[in-house]
């Protein structure tokens, strides 16, 4: 079997934020270091993690405890880890049992195939974001050198994504965090779109002339702020990323009359939503923009993800 078939099969399903936290532990990071000392191969290690995580991330943590990539430690499962190493997952799994999400430890996380670092000062990249970056991609198919903003933009995943897959793309992205910013100009700089990706601290589309972008799209906090202490990353990703508010559609509500002046003529906007959103989504964006077509998109769940309007 090769290590394409092998990364195919093991490829990372669509996550809750639990799927990052420590639930039914059966091992801890003592146990990992204890147990490694007498037998540190790879395939020790794997076996290990998958009392906690799935194969696909056992493999991605212990690739970057290894230094390696994860075709390598699929191909040699016989390898041994040193001390130092074995000592090092079993730090990576007691972060873990504290509470720290995966991606956190590891400092970065994939977004529609591209790598992405990431710090506590950003939200996590999210497969349901993905549903975004395909349909923002679709609705500029057509367009000539277009013009995109990204609000909120955390760690850039998806103006830089938009700007990889666009060449001809020019991208504003905005946020109100300075260090968010800083670790989103790191990740233009990763993917090679510093040129094409300008980065600014404002308050939303307040930085914008009228009828500038042709592409205006958003994954903005809009969980309820009575319901954050749910969350299982509360308190560990950043509230300012997550709190949307009473009814969690505040700067949903603010960027609607935004958005209708910046767009230029013909242009797209997409906003993320809570799959609860959906009718009040809808009926915020009729009464801004009665002539559009405005539509709900579903995401790999069949849950309203995505309020989608052309005008």
């Not at 016989?78 to 509470?99: F, Y």
């Not at 999210?126 to 277009?146: C, D, H, M, Q, Y």
């Not at 969980?223 to 709190?243: C, F, K, N, S």
Request: glycine share 6%; charged share 20%.
């Amino acid at each position: 079997m090769g290590i394409l078939t092998l990364l195919l099969m093991n490829l990372r399903p669509a996550m809750k934020p639990s799927d990052w936290l420590p639930q039914g532990w059966t091992i801890d990071g003592a146990t990992v270091v204890r147990r490694l000392t007498a037998d540190r191969s790879v395939q020790s290690a794997i076996s290990l993690l998958r009392q906690r995580l799935s194969s696909l991330d056992a493999q991605t943590l212990l690739a970057h405890i290894s230094g390696k990539n994860r075709a390598w430690i699929l191909a040699h499962p016989e390898a041994e880890l040193t001390p130092v190493q074995a000592k090092a997952l079993g730090d990576a799994l007691t972060r873990l049992e504290n509470g720290e999400p995966l991606p956190y430890i590891l400092g970065h996380w994939e977004f529609y195939g591209l790598d992405f670092q990431i710090t506590p000062a950003t939200l996590i990249p999210r497969p349901e974001t993905e549903l975004l970056v395909e349909e923002a991609l679709r609705g500029i198919a057509n367009r000539k050198s277009p013009t995109a903003a990204d609000i909120g933009t955390g760690s850039g995943c998806i103006a830089v994504t938009l700007a990889v897959h666009r060449p001809e793309l020019r991208v504003t992205a905005a946020d109100c965090s300075i260090e968010a910013l800083k670790i989103a100009r790191n990740n233009a700089r990763r993917h090679a779109v510093s040129d094409r990706v300008h980065f600014v601290q404002a308050d939303l589309l307040t930085f914008s002339q009228p009828a500038a972008f042709d592409l205006i799209c958003a994954n903005l906090p809009y969980i309820p702020t009575a319901t954050l202490h749910q969350l299982d990353v509360y308190g560990r990703e950043p509230t300012l990323a997550l709190d949307g508010g009473p009814d969690g559609l505040d700067l949903i509500r603010r960027l609607l009359p935004q958005a209708a002046r910046s767009l230029a003529p013909e242009g797209l906007l997409l906003l993320e939503i809570e799959h609860t959103q959906g009718e009040a989504a809808l009926t915020l964006a009729r009464r801004h923009y009665p002539h559009a077509e405005i539509t709900l998109l579903s995401d790999l769940a069949g849950h309203d993800r995505l309020l989608k309007v052309r005008i």
